[in-house]
Nanobody
């Protein structure tokens, strides 16, 4: 199983970026894909998730209304559209897969994910 995250970079506050995560080596039906982020000196934080079979979506409180998660089922891709970026959004962003089918609350915990990508750095300047 491989997860390849891309799309990070440097952006000014108020700007936008779109991250992508390509999954290979597994079929995502009945699985869940999530985005987490980790800023320097901080714990990894839940950002968003999408349950593959029904498209249910969840967001962390700090990104609600600004970030949008979506997927391309045919290509095994998940996207994270990030708008109205703030300096506090600066972090390494990771995509991950959970093989379990559960309620949406379940996927906010990083320990419930089985596979992780390598991360992509997002830097938001003020």
């Amino acid at each position: 199983v491989q997860l390849q995250a891309s799309g990070g970079g440097l952006v000014q506050a108020g700007g936008s970026l779109r991250l992508s995560c390509a999954a290979s080596g597994l079929t995502l039906n009945n699985y869940n894909m999530g985005w987490f982020r980790q800023a320097p000196g901080k714990e990894r934080e839940f950002v968003a998730n999408i349950r593959w079979n029904d498209g249910s979506i969840g967001y962390g409180d700090s990104v609600k209304g600004r970030f949008t998660i979506s997927n391309d089922r045919a290509k095994n891709l998940v996207y994270l559209q990030m708008d109205s970026l703030r300096p506090e959004d600066t972090a390494v962003y990771y995509c991950a897969v959970s093989r379990r089918y559960a309620g949406m609350w379940y996927y906010t915990d990083q320990s419930r994910y089985d596979h992780w990508g390598q991360g992509t750095l997002v830097t938001v300047s003020s």
